[in-house]
């Protein structure tokens, strides 16, 4: 029986709802960014570019670096905008768009996220880079989906534990990287460590304008967390659910980090630009190394 259109919704041209491209319009191998502006500032370095579709947030190019087909997606902010592009991309290499069902053989992405990020130690300077090994989510958004065989429950079990975690705020859940692509981008200068991913930029990474916290506490204790000789080291708003998604739906995904502020010392990058084309160049190299 095939997926229902109500399910699988497709536009006029036959591609996929949201991103607006077609299974050919994308490589193997793909880069997230959250800014569509940062989309060109990746692909500037290819050495051809084949396509180029936007619609919405989601601006999506395909061409060649060093001889190796590459997509830069861009996503958006935030997990839910990370619930429609992956689902979508899975939907590209591993539904039969004719059909609507299922392909016998799945497809596996390779999926690297480059973002920015706040550290959360003074011991992570800004305009350094790292990479999430782990990455915990407090945003719900996967908790619509069945996570017993990817999340890590005793992370989990000793978060909620050390955070003293108001349960009316949902469960967070803790995916580790994919392993093999932590060890194509890990070097002696990327930190390493469990990222927080959070479902909002304000209260939820306990910014404070004019509104008061329902935990006044969450920045003196999540800095303080450890796991298996990994620190909680950074917050953003994507990696959880990009790992997440990723291990349900068989793909590999790695998030790297451009650390443009430090919440402990209240700085942020004079320079935040330099910092990302510096990470982009880095990553780039990797994944064609």
Not at 197 to 224: C, K, N
Not at 256 to 264: D, E, G, M, S
Not at 265 to 288: E, H, N
Request: hydrophobic share 40%.
């Amino acid at each position: 029986m095939g997926i229902k259109e109500s399910e699988l919704i497709l536009n006029d041209d036959g591609s996929v709802y949201h991103l607006n491209i077609l299974p050919t319009d994308i490589a193997n191998d793909i880069i997230f960014v959250g800014d569509q502006d940062r989309v060109e500032a990746i692909t500037k370095h290819f050495d051809t570019i084949e396509f180029t579709k936007q619609k919405r947030e989601f601006k999506t190019q395909t061409g060649t670096y060093k001889g190796k087909r590459l997509t830069v997606i861009s996503t958006g902010i935030g997990p839910d905008n990370i619930d429609i592009v992956l689902n979508e991309l899975d939907a590209l290499v591993n539904i039969d768009f004719e059909t609507k069902t299922v392909k016998p053989n799945v497809t596996s992405l390779n999926i690297v996220r480059i973002g920015t990020s706040g550290a959360l130690h003074d011991s992570i300077p800004v305009d350094s880079i790292l990479m999430s090994t782990f990455a915990i989510g407090t945003d719900n958004m996967l908790r619509s989906y069945s996570l017993q065989n990817v999340v890590a429950h005793e992370m989990e079990e000793r978060f909620v534990k050390h955070t003293n975690w108001q349960l009316t705020k949902g469960l967070p859940y803790a995916i580790e990287a994919n392993l093999e692509m932590v060890n194509k981008f890990k070097s002696k200068e990327m930190f390493e460590g469990i990222t927080i991913t959070a479902p909002g930029f304000y209260g939820a990474q306990s910014r404070v304008l004019r509104l008061q916290l329902s935990d006044e506490h969450f920045m003196d204790t999540i800095d303080l967390f450890e796991y298996n000789g990994f620190k909680a080291t950074n917050l953003e708003m994507e990696t959880a659910a990009i790992y997440g998604l990723s291990k349900l739906l068989g793909h590999k995904a790695v998030s790297l980090n451009a650390i443009v502020a430090n919440r402990k010392l209240g700085s942020f990058s004079k320079d935040p630009y330099k910092t990302v084309d510096y990470l982009i160049d880095y990553a780039l190299q990797r994944i064609t190394s």
